[in-house]
């Protein structure tokens, strides 16, 4: 069974985005309101109110306020499960904490007026018929079909952009089983790929190719500190600071655009191509701790990418192996001899067997050689895929 979201543009009249706008408005105030009424049980009497107990009295908030009665009903209650999402979350990482991990719970906040976006129409309330998208309290919208929805639509989630543009996503359930990966034994060396993530070349393989890192953000840089300038100077809650807002937003978005397309492109491309690739499970969080790499790291979204790559071949059936990064870059790739390196030295030189390689390239080839090693002696991996038999390369690297 498959989970899918289709994502589609949508056009709602001026009329259509006022309505609109004013149910995130009133989504967003219920979300405060639930929000207030829990912490001030828990500051009072130390009580907790449930996400049940809340649904339950949304018929009262509705005498009270009745312009809650423009939202479809099932949405007002999808706010509160949000809410209680956001609570459950908050406690999984008060626990997280509490054993060690060093993070701050982060209490659920108030939302702003820039910071709810979506409501969600969790079973009905909605319908396609003719090219036209019909919500509940809204009316027919036009809607891009730039392709066919392929399985059931179990729900439908409605968005604004930073840009005031507006988009319905469909999470869609497949009946259908994802393929099975082929035996390992069967694969042919040329479509076996190791890949090292970089910031100087955004991705190198095991195979001497390099992939230039595009540097979206900081191509970009210039123009996005000269709007931010203009947008500072705008007078707050002004129409031109308003129209400033969007055309930085507009940034942004090509911005973000821009490095999806590209992170799409190359995932594609190398699930296409290969049957078994292997990267680094690098702690990119921790990384992006170095206030000299940070932007970098930001910029390059190996998260990402590794994201999508695993979804891909997942639905391809095909071998996505992550593997531990350490001394990735220090083990000679051909004799397994351990050669210390820093960040500045670009170049692997081996005083043991003589190698010289780039010093990328020699990781992409240990991080193949480290998951073929990995699932070569387990014997049977979790997936019950017979195992391959080690190389004496393979051999050099597991000692």
């Not at 929000?35 to 049980?41: I, S």
């Not at 993070?103 to 979506?118: A, I, M």
């Not at 071949?313 to 000679?332: F, H, L, R, Y």
Request: charged share 30%; with cysteine.
């Amino acid at each position: 069974m498959l989970i899918r979201t289709y994502k589609y543009r949508i056009y709602p009249t001026k009329t259509q985005q006022t309505l609109l706008e004013k149910q995130l408005c009133l989504c967003r105030w219920l979300y405060n309101h639930c929000l207030e009424q829990r912490r001030n049980a828990y500051e009072k009497d130390k009580t907790k109110i449930s996400c049940y107990d809340q649904i339950k009295e949304i018929p009262k908030l509705k005498k009270e306020r009745p312009e809650l009665n423009q939202v479809y009903s099932q949405t007002l209650q999808d706010v509160i499960r949000r809410l209680d999402k956001a609570f459950q979350n908050f406690f999984k990482r008060v626990e997280e904490s509490k054993n060690g991990k060093k993070q701050k719970p982060g209490y659920p906040r108030f939302k702003g007026k820039y910071r709810y976006d979506s409501m969600v129409y969790p079973q009905s309330g909605f319908e396609l018929k003719n090219n036209k998208l019909n919500l509940s309290k809204i009316g027919s919208l036009k809607i891009k079909l730039h392709r066919e929805i392929k399985g059931n639509i179990k729900a439908l989630i409605i968005r604004r952009t930073n840009t005031n543009k507006w988009f319905a996503c469909f999470a869609v359930e497949i009946n259908q089983e994802l393929p099975v990966k082929p035996n390992i034994k069967n694969i042919k060396d040329k479509n076996i790929l190791g890949i090292d993530l970089g910031l100087d070349n955004f991705l190198t393989t095991d195979k001497e190719e390099k992939i230039d890192n595009p540097r979206y953000l900081k191509e970009t840089e210039e123009k996005l500190a000269r709007v931010q300038r203009w947008h500072s100077r705008k007078k707050l809650k002004s129409k031109n600071r308003n129209k400033s807002r969007i055309k930085l937003a507009r940034l942004h978005e090509k911005i973000t655009n821009q490095r999806l397309d590209f992170l799409h492109k190359l995932s594609h491309k190398l699930v296409s191509n290969f049957q078994f690739i292997a990267f680094e499970q690098l702690n990119i969080k921790g990384m992006s701790k170095n206030k000299y790499l940070s932007r970098s790291i930001a910029d390059a979204s190996w998260a990402r990418f590794l994201q999508m790559l695993i979804y891909k071949a997942e639905e391809a059936g095909i071998w996505a192996i992550g593997v531990n990064p350490k001394n990735t870059s220090q083990i000679c790739s051909g004799c397994g001899n351990i050669v210390e390196k820093t960040l500045a030295t670009r170049i692997h030189k081996c005083p043991k067997c003589g190698l010289r390689i780039d010093r990328d390239i020699n990781a992409a080839r240990n991080i193949l050689n480290l998951a073929l090693n990995t699932l070569g002696t387990r014997g049977i991996n979790a997936c019950g895929v017979e195992g391959i038999p080690l190389t004496l390369k393979q051999e050099a690297l597991r000692r």
